[in-house]
Each structure stands twice: as C-alpha cells, then as structure tokens.
C-alpha cells in the first residue's frame, strides 16, 4: 500500500484476509473452516481489537503477558486469547489466567512448569511446540530432532493438552520460499504422529505476508498481525520495565 492511499478500514483489511483464506484452501480443496484465523494484536489497543471482534473475529494472539493483562480486561469478554510469543518461565503462572492456548513453548522444562502450574490454577491449556524448522540461531524453537522427547514428555502431563505444532520460518521478500518450511513441519508432525502414536491436529504456521502457502501445507492456524490491524505501532514503553 502506498503512502497516498487511503488506509483500509479493520472490517476491509479482515474481508481481505477471508478471501484469500477462502481462495488458498479452494486451491487447496481444503474446507476453510479448518483454518482458524488468530488475530495478533500485539502493540494495537484495544479498541483495535474491538473493531475485529466486530467482524467476527474471536481469536486473538499476543506475544507479552504484560501487554496481554493489561489489555485484555478492556477487550470483549467472549474472546479466547492465544499466546504466540517466547514465554519467560517467571510470566507462566499469569499466561495461565489470560490464554487459553499457547503456540510457543519450546522446552520440556517449560512443558513441565505449564502442566505444573496449570494444575495449581485448575485449567487445562492447549499447547503447541514451537519448532525451528530454519535452524536460525536467532530464532527461538526446539530443533527439530528434539521435538519426539518433547512429545514423549507430554504423554505424562494430564494437566496440559498438547494439539500440534507452530514455526516461525525466515522471512523472504517472495512468499514461496518459505513453503518448504511449512512443508517441513507438516511432516515432522506426520512422522510423530504415525511414530508415536499421539493426535497433533493443529498446525500454527503462516502469517500476513505467507499464509496462503501456509494453508497450502496444512495450516490450521495462521496468525496474522498486519494484514487485519494495520501497520504496527512501535511497541509501547512500559511504565516499569518488565522484569527479565
Ligand atoms: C507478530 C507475530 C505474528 C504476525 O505477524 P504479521 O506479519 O504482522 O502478520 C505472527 N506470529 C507471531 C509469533 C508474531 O509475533
């Protein structure tokens, strides 16, 4: 979008978002239902995220448990709130009261203090395991040659539910670079699947600028930030720095 032209609306940037979810999984023969869109709001307000629920969208993602709590109770009640970003070990007892799914774990440690702490608050959160399928060093995410032990050390924690996995792959200025990454968690969770005998139904891959690829590899949940709110705002300075 250029400089001089009209910003789109939140209800014109989801219409957009739907219809390529409607023509990636026509491509795909895939029923567009399978694909749940999460809305990231990260750095938007929340009136932002009032706008969206407007449209009919019910998920919404966020990557600080700081930012989470303190917009969440101005938010519509009936909205189920994701986390999709690395999570301190120090912010899980709070992640706990604010999500209901969480993308992004990426150590058994972590694995064990969520169901520990999930069974202290009574809750059964849904998690997935983030993998680095790129091998990045930047990035955070079990290798995937780590994500079996992980999976095994899940089968003895009733207290969380865990449903699939969720990449964050490199950026590409072309979008179809990135498919062989999406198509590389696809069959990471193939291979457990039929190795370990578990259910991981969903798949967290694909954002604004490569969802229609993500879909096209199996995607059941995308995360789209910028295509639905809009350019984001740099990140707001908290009034006291989060602890680390
Ligand atoms: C910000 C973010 C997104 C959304 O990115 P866009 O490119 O704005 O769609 C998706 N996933 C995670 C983990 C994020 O932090």
Known sequence: MSEREVPMTIAERVA????????????????????LLVAIAKNHPPE?????????????????????????????GHLDWHMVGHLQSNKVRPALRLFSTIHSVDSADLLRRIARLAADEGVRPRVLLEVNVSGERSKFGLAPEQVPEVITAAQDLPAIELVG?????????????????????????????????????????????????????????????????????????PAMEESP
Do not use: W
């Open 16 to 35: 957009r978002v739907r219809e390529r979810i409607q023509r990636a999984c026509e491509q795909a023969g895939r029923d567009p239902d399978s694909v």
């Open 48 to 76: 932002a995220v009032r706008a969206a629920a407007e449209c009919g969208i019910r998920v919404i993602g966020e990557n600080r448990v700081q930012e989470a709590a303190a917009k969440i109770p101005l938010c519509p």
């Open 165 to 237: 996995l969720m990449t964050m792959p490199p950026f590409f200025e072309q979008p179809e670079k990135v498919r062989p990454f999406f198509a590389a968690l696809r069959e990471l969770r193939d291979r457990c699947v039929r190795d370990l005998k578990v259910a991981l139904p969903e798949l967290s891959m694909g954002m604004s600028h490569d969802f229609e690829y993500a879909i096209l590899e199996g995607a059941t949940m995308i995360r789209v930030g910028t295509d639905i709110f809009g350019p984001r705002p740099p990140p707001k300075k």
